[in-house]
């Protein structure tokens, strides 16, 4: 049987996001988190992953996003503008960051402040993910997975996006280079993943097709990546991302979603039960 690991992203980002993640794990099928350590919610929801010790924990590495960053613009300059605020999306990023004006040593102190910060939980860190998938970016991927190795974490997550579209391809070749870049540290990463294409939709219709997707692979490690939250989170209106945040919730914990799991042939699991040897990136 292959390992499942629901990955729920955004932990810390507000309360309401942090409960639904907490209640889909209890009464649903998410096994993992990534925690936000610059989520606005995060000094008061970082010390209840203590009573979930069931729940793999992760680190959701921050360079972008509508959140100041844990360190002040004077220490990473590169990754701020006037304001002191980070570049709202991966697009602008990606834009200074291929003219040079982002410092891979400002990328290196922010995500280490950034990983540190969990790490004063006493919670083992299984794996390592950045927002908005900037692990992708070859600058910020050498960047991640240093700190992986420096810090004991054991695997990274590795983004995949099936669509011919210039987004599709992109993901696909930077894919690549990270999955075997990874390899290369002896760091472990599931072999298939779904995420990006259903980013904030995921609902009971979907859910059963995405997972039976997965195991058609017959890959021995999977990841499907999901973003659930309670409904009643007024703390979620700054953020526009479209996401049906409560859908994805009830998707997880409803009576479809184990039997989901079940008839795909998964046995549910974290980031820190992949298997040691990490298979060709698809």
Not at 102 to 110: G, K, L, Q, S
Not at 172 to 188: D, K, M, S, Y
Request: some cysteine; charged content about 20%.
């Amino acid at each position: 049987m292959s390992l499942l690991i629901v990955n729920a992203d955004d932990y810390g980002l507000t309360e309401g996001i942090s409960r639904g993640i907490l209640r889909g794990h209890r009464e649903g099928i998410i096994t993992s988190t990534s925690a936000l350590a610059l989520g606005p919610a995060y000094p008061k929801v970082a010390g209840w992953l203590a009573d979930v010790p069931s729940l793999g924990l992760g680190v959701h590495l921050a360079a972008v996003g509508e959140d100041p960053p844990l360190l002040t613009a004077a220490e990473i300059p590169s990754l701020v503008g006037r304001r002191g605020r980070l570049c709202d999306g991966y697009g602008g990023f990606m834009v200074r960051a291929a003219t040079g004006r982002i410092d891979p040593d400002d990328v290196r102190r922010e995500f280490t402040a950034q990983l540190q910060m969990v790490q004063e939980l006493g919670i083992p860190v299984t794996h390592l993910d950045a927002h908005q998938h900037l692990q992708l970016w070859p600058s910020v991927c050498k960047v991640v997975l240093e700190l992986a190795v420096r810090f004991g974490v054991p695997a990274v997550r590795v983004p995949r996006l099936r669509a011919l579209t210039p987004v599709g391809v992109g993901v696909t070749v930077l894919g690549r280079r990270l999955a075997r870049a990874a390899g290369r540290a002896g760091l472990r990463y599931p072999g298939d993943a779904v995420g990006i294409e259903c980013a904030g939709n995921l609902d009971c219709d979907r859910l059963p097709t995405v997972l039976a997707r997965l195991a058609a692979g017959g890959r021995p490690a999977v990841e499907l990546t999901v973003h659930p939250g309670e409904g009643d989170d007024p703390d979620r209106s700054r953020y526009t991302w479209g996401y049906r945040w409560e859908d994805e919730l009830a998707a997880l914990t409803g009576p479809v979603a184990r039997d989901a799991v079940a008839r795909a042939g998964f046995t549910p699991g974290t980031y820190a039960e992949l298997p040691p040897a990490t298979v060709r990136y698809r």
